[in-house]
């Protein structure tokens, strides 16, 4: 009788007491230029000054393998485009809405910028907030634009969110818009996962795209590891193929219209240590519902351009369009693959310090 009444007492007590929360586990340091996070698995900066949006470059440490991203930076955004051209005014607007193609940069596919600046370059600074949740943490940002084509007006909303779960190596994160303006085919503009920073392919091995793409003309087949590449279901490419510049149009190139979208969007490069040459992970973006990318392309500009366009449907003002991401370190391609099976099929992400969701 006095053994059940103390181990009542014993369980009554363990009820009383703070249960640890996981997210205990990530340290929270902020100062007035950033806001940076060490985790058990992921350490990480996000930036309140200077190149804002997403993941601060050279700042996502892999605590498994050691490595880090070698870009600009991870889900980084840029402005609103939609198809066709600014040439009738492109001297009236001021430079930063200009936007020329029919260039080895751009490619020579008609764009034409809707709402800017470029929110990674000039919106100079945001006001990220972090929500702490039981087992994750959340890093929350928005801007409105403040510059808008002639036949448009300004103030579209951006919006994002990354949410760190615990333990993983990966984050979940969406970008949002709410337009000002109505639309045949808005489209937001971001890197994803984000861009490569390399000389002659010393910071990766080979890049990976889960869908096809149109080879260039008269160009002979890539072959990896001694077997022909077959893009009908998308595949590896060596980093020999990032060498010289090309446009974006000209190899590696995806645009959603006349097509069936792939089962999965991902994009990722094999990081290669730079001293030793050594294969390191995977550092992977992923679409969660392809459906939602309009046109995305890999190229070389000096570095390896990952460029997404999402959206690109009819909208109204004041209403809404987004896409929901996965980004982070894989170990093989198979690994990636379920993830995103984990995972797919959505397009927003919701967040509060009682949990998260994704939602459709």
């Not at 205990?24 to 806001?35: H, P, S």
């Not at 190229?299 to 004041?318: L, M, S, T």
Request: charged letters at 25%.
């Amino acid at each position: 009788m006095k053994s059940t009444l103390i181990l009542g007492l014993l369980g009554l007590i363990t009820l009383l007491l703070p249960t640890p929360a996981a997210a205990q586990n990530f340290k929270v340091t902020e100062t007035d230029e950033l806001i940076h996070v060490t985790g058990t698995a992921l350490d990480f900066s996000v930036r309140k000054k200077g190149y804002v949006s997403g993941v601060a470059a050279g700042s996502m440490l892999d605590k498994k393998t050691g490595f880090r991203d070698p870009g600009f930076g991870l889900d980084i955004v840029d402005f609103l485009m939609e198809s066709g051209s600014d040439e009738t005014y492109r001297a009236q607007v001021p430079e930063t809405l200009r936007y020329e193609f029919n260039n080895p940069h751009h490619g020579n596919i008609a764009k034409r910028l809707i709402e800017g600046p470029q929110i990674c370059t000039q919106a100079k600074e945001l006001s990220p907030q972090v929500i702490r949740g039981s087992d994750f943490i959340a890093v929350t940002m928005n801007w409105k634009y403040h510059q808008a084509a002639p036949d448009k007006k300004a103030g579209s909303q951006w919006s994002q969110t990354l949410v760190f779960p615990e333990g993983k190596r990966y984050f979940i994160s969406t970008d949002k818009v709410t337009s000002a303006n109505d639309s045949d085919g808005l489209f937001l503009r971001i890197d994803m996962p984000g861009h490569v920073k390399h000389k002659e392919g010393d910071t990766f091995s080979e890049i990976y795209l889960s869908y096809s793409w149109p080879p260039p003309p008269d160009s002979p087949p890539f072959h990896v590891r001694g077997h022909k590449l077959d893009i009908r279901h998308g595949g590896t490419v060596p980093a020999s193929a990032f060498l010289t510049n090309f446009a974006p149009d000209e190899k590696f190139h995806y645009r959603r219209e006349g097509r069936e979208p792939p089962k999965r969007f991902i994009r990722a490069y094999r990081l290669r240590d730079s001293k030793t040459g050594a294969d390191g992970p995977w550092l992977a973006g992923m679409t969660l519902n392809a459906v939602d990318v309009y046109e995305a392309w890999c190229h070389q500009r000096n570095y390896v351009c990952f460029i997404q366009e999402i959206g690109g449907r009819p909208i109204k003002a004041g209403e809404s369009f987004s896409a929901a991401f996965i980004v982070g370190y894989f170990d093989s391609i198979e690994e990636m693959q379920e993830v995103y099976n984990q995972y797919s099929g959505h397009s927003g992400l919701e967040v509060s310090k009682g949990g998260w969701r994704l939602t459709k």
